[in-house]
């Protein structure tokens, strides 16, 4: 069966028209970019040093802008201060606290009265008061 001149399983004039227009911009594309990097490699060697100087100077600069200020602060940094819980350092005896209160909470859980009505009243509290 013919539908307008065109074979079953045969593309379309226009599908094909819009294929080809799809090939030839890829090819463009194509020649676009190995053109920009071929440019990129036949920079000369003054500039390519010249544009590494300049990177340079200016992670210097900055560097030299941060340094200036902490000396106008009087030599303070920002400082974080670690709190005893969050110290990877802790103690024997607050590990074992830890993993004693851990082991207690996860019973409760496991006995089903980790969540008394009376907690479940208070949380809901909390959240209603957020």
């Not at 005896?93 to 980790?114: P, W």
């Amino acid at each position: 069966m013919e539908v307008h001149g065109k074979q079953p399983g045969e593309p379309s004039p226009a599908h094909e028209r819009f294929r080809k227009r799809q090939e030839a911009l890829q090819e463009s594309n194509r020649g676009r970019v190995r053109r920009a990097r071929q440019a990129r490699e036949g920079l000369p060697r003054v500039h390519q040093e010249a544009v590494s100087k300049a990177r340079d100077e200016r992670v210097t600069g900055e560097r030299e802008v941060r340094d200036r200020s902490v000396d106008e602060l009087g030599g303070r940094q920002d400082v974080i201060d670690i709190s005893p819980a969050a110290d990877p350092s802790e103690s024997d005896v607050a590990r074992a606290e830890r993993d004693e209160r851990i082991r207690r909470l996860r019973d409760a859980y496991q006995e089903g009265t980790l969540n008394t009505p009376e907690r479940i009243e208070k949380a809901a509290e909390g959240i209603l008061r957020n």
